[in-house]
T-cell receptor
Framework: SAVISQKPSRDICQRGTSLTIQCQVD?????MFWYRQQPGQSLTLIAT?????????ESGFVIDKFPISRPNLTFSTLTVSNMSPEDSSIYLC????????????FGSGTQLSVL | RKEVEQDPGPFNVPEGATVAFNCTYS??????FFWYRQDCRKEPKLLMS???SGNEDGRFTAQLNRASQYISLLIRDSKLSDSATYLC?????????????FGKGTLLTVNP
């Protein structure tokens, strides 16, 4: 298993600003994932972050809006850029375990509100 | 068909009741299936994996029917602490098996 520390836990931001969310894992992991959970909706995968390579983004998400860093095997950041109220959501980082890495542990999430 | 579709809920049941959640998925090539639990304002946590042979963990039983692309979760003798949102989760296929698709969740409230 893995313990994931995510911060900040919540923030209220002004339109047009950017917020960087950090995730620290207590062990080395190959893949880290960033999800978004909008109010009343299911979790949606934003991107997969592998150490030493560019993140892979899902349809509807682009690097300019959600730049991701993965400098080592225990850490990743997600930046929400040029925020608008539509970006208000919970953002979750996760990493996988199990034979194929498909069982996920999640960080505690970042509740983002954009005014 | 939506990628992962669950009973809309909410479910309100008394303590001790048996409650069943259903879920259907669209990708017939999916290789992995899970139920996650999400408490209010908390992150999702893995409840159990789901196998074709069915699996049981205490009061929880999960079933998978690949032919019908259907997953179920049965909770027996429900407790107040079972109150949460239950997420049906389906893995990808081929090289994308690690990509999980989440259902919207079904809210369960167990009442004293």
């Amino acid at each position: 298993s893995a313990v994931i520390s995510q911060k900040p836990s919540r923030d209220i931001c002004q339109r047009g600003t950017s917020l960087t969310i950090q995730c620290q894992v207590d062990s080395q992991v190959t893949m880290m994932f960033w999800y978004r959970q909008q109010p009343g909706q299911s979790l949606t995968l934003i991107a997969t972050a592998n150490q030493g390579s560019e993140a892979t983004y899902e349809s509807g998400f682009v690097i300019d809006k959600f730049p991701i860093s993965r400098p080592n095997l225990t850490f990743s950041t997600l930046t929400v850029s040029n925020m608008s109220p539509e970006d208000s959501s919970i953002y979750l980082c996760s990493t996988g375990y199990g034979g194929d890495g498909e069982k996920l542990f999640f960080g505690s999430g970042t509740q983002l509100s954009v005014l | 068909r939506k990628e992962v579709e669950q009973d809309p809920g909410p479910f309100n049941v008394p303590e001790g009741a048996t409650v069943a959640f259903n879920c259907t998925y669209s990708n017939s090539a999916s290789q992995s299936f899970f139920w996650y639990r999400q408490d209010c304002r908390k992150e999702p946590k893995l409840l159990m994996s789901v196998y074709s042979s069915g699996n049981e963990d205490g009061r929880f039983t999960a079933q998978l029917n690949r032919a019908s692309q259907y997953i179920s979760l049965l909770i027996r003798d429900s407790k107040l602490s079972d109150s949460a949102t239950y997420l049906c989760v389906v893995g990808g296929s081929g090289g994308s098996n690690y990509k999980l698709t989440f259902g919207k969740g079904t809210l369960l409230t167990v009442n004293p």
